[in-house]
């Protein structure tokens, strides 16, 4: 368990708030109660003998506390203002640390887009097919391992070529970007500040997958989204490329997880897309095909 200063230098503050408060509020709201001290004499030698005596405890107990009431207030008042300079002391001395600390882990990712290095590659391919067992249900023997990466790293080169010869006009293409320890597979980069830049994500799926997986896969773009955003002070468009065999797709079962996804309203609408395509079509797709299909002008 993590004991937090910052709660409690704020609750110090607060209780000198209340201390201060209390120190010249009580003193008005006694003072503006009579306590029957301009009840006429008449009236009190009127009273029974009990009444009368009550009477007089009464106003000798309000006497005591009017003399003591100036000392009550300046205490108070003295008290309440040291809590509250102590808490705000230590309150600001946490705080410049905290801010310190923000402050450096923002000039740390903002370091962090570059390249990914080959190894960073390797390990999130090796992710990446630990995910498929979950999309697929299903287990990868240890000699498909291999060829199964020799196919994906197939189709994210495909991928890649195609976004490359359609955009390299107006974006700069970038892959395998790393952003505060999320690797990008491909960045469109506005060449000019009005130009978004666009996340795309690109996903092989050899056997299909389900609703579990497609809303993980979405989720994790809008997060390289929100930290891509903190960094370049730019905020991006996603898109999650889902590429499938032709063999296994079926569309009316795809749509209706990508119809689900949409309901949640997790992203937003028009600006953080899921796309599928099967291989197949990748393979042939053109730029105006590809524009058309993934809805990047």
């Given at each position: 368990?993590?004991?937090?200063?910052?709660?409690?230098?704020?609750?110090?503050?607060?209780?000198?708030?209340?201390?201060?408060i209390?120190s010249t509020?009580?003193?008005?709201?006694?003072?503006?109660e009579?306590?029957?001290?301009?009840?006429?004499?008449?009236?009190?030698?009127?009273?029974?003998?009990?009444?009368?005596?009550?009477?007089?405890?009464?106003?000798n107990?309000?006497?005591?506390?009017v003399?003591?009431?100036?000392?009550f207030?300046?205490?108070?008042?003295?008290?309440?203002?040291?809590?509250?300079?102590?808490?705000?002391?230590?309150?600001?001395?946490?705080?410049?640390?905290?801010?310190?600390?923000?402050?450096l882990?923002?000039?740390i990712?903002?370091?962090?887009?570059?390249?990914?290095?080959?190894?960073?590659?390797?390990e999130?391919?090796?992710?990446?097919?630990?995910?498929?067992?979950?999309?697929?249900?299903?287990?990868?023997?240890?000699?498909?391992?291999?060829?199964l990466?020799?196919?994906?790293s197939?189709?994210?080169?495909?991928?890649?070529?195609?976004?490359?010869?359609?955009?390299?006009?107006?974006?700069?293409?970038?892959?395998?970007?790393?952003?505060?320890?999320?690797?990008?597979?491909?960045?469109?980069k506005g060449?000019?500040?009005?130009t978004?830049?666009?996340?795309?994500?690109?996903?092989?799926?050899?056997?299909?997958?389900?609703?579990?997986w497609?809303?993980?896969?979405?989720?994790?773009?809008?997060?390289?989204?929100?930290?891509?955003?903190?960094?370049?002070?730019?905020?991006?468009?996603?898109?999650?490329?889902?590429?499938?065999?032709?063999?296994?797709?079926?569309?009316?079962?795809?749509?209706?997880?990508?119809?689900?996804l949409?309901?949640?309203?997790?992203?937003?609408?028009?600006?953080?897309?899921?796309r599928?395509?099967?291989?197949?079509?990748?393979?042939?797709?053109?730029?105006?095909?590809?524009?058309e299909?993934?809805?990047?002008?």
């Amino acid at each position: 368990m993590k004991f937090e200063f910052g709660d409690l230098y704020k609750f110090t503050v607060s209780l000198g708030v209340v201390i201060v408060i209390l120190s010249t509020l009580a003193p008005w709201l006694f003072l503006k109660e009579p306590f029957d001290l301009y009840r006429p004499e008449t009236e009190i030698k009127a009273l029974s003998d009990t009444a009368k005596a009550v009477v007089a405890k009464r106003q000798n107990a309000v006497s005591f506390i009017v003399e003591f009431i100036p000392w009550f207030s300046s205490i108070g008042f003295i008290f309440g203002s040291i809590f509250i300079y102590l808490g705000l002391k230590n309150w600001h001395s946490n705080q410049i640390h905290i801010d310190e600390q923000t402050r450096l882990d923002v000039e740390i990712k903002k370091q962090s887009l570059r390249k990914a290095t080959k190894d960073e590659i390797e390990e999130k391919e090796a992710v990446e097919y630990e995910d498929y067992k979950v999309a697929e249900e299903s287990d990868l023997e240890a000699h498909l391992v291999s060829s199964l990466r020799r196919q994906y790293s197939k189709i994210e080169d495909l991928a890649y070529m195609k976004f490359s010869e359609t955009y390299k006009d107006k974006y700069e293409v970038l892959r395998n970007m790393m952003v505060a320890g999320v690797e990008l597979d491909i960045l469109l980069k506005g060449k000019n500040i009005f130009t978004k830049d666009h996340i795309i994500e690109v996903k092989y799926i050899r056997k299909g997958f389900n609703f579990g997986w497609l809303r993980e896969a979405y989720l994790k773009n809008i997060y390289a989204k929100s930290v891509y955003s903190q960094i370049t002070n730019r905020l991006p468009n996603t898109l999650l490329l889902i590429v499938i065999n032709s063999d296994v797709y079926n569309e009316e079962k795809y749509d209706r997880l990508l119809k689900k996804l949409r309901n949640e309203q997790a992203g937003r609408k028009e600006k953080d897309l899921v796309r599928m395509i099967t291989k197949e079509d990748l393979a042939i797709l053109d730029s105006t095909k590809l524009q058309e299909t993934v809805a990047i002008s």
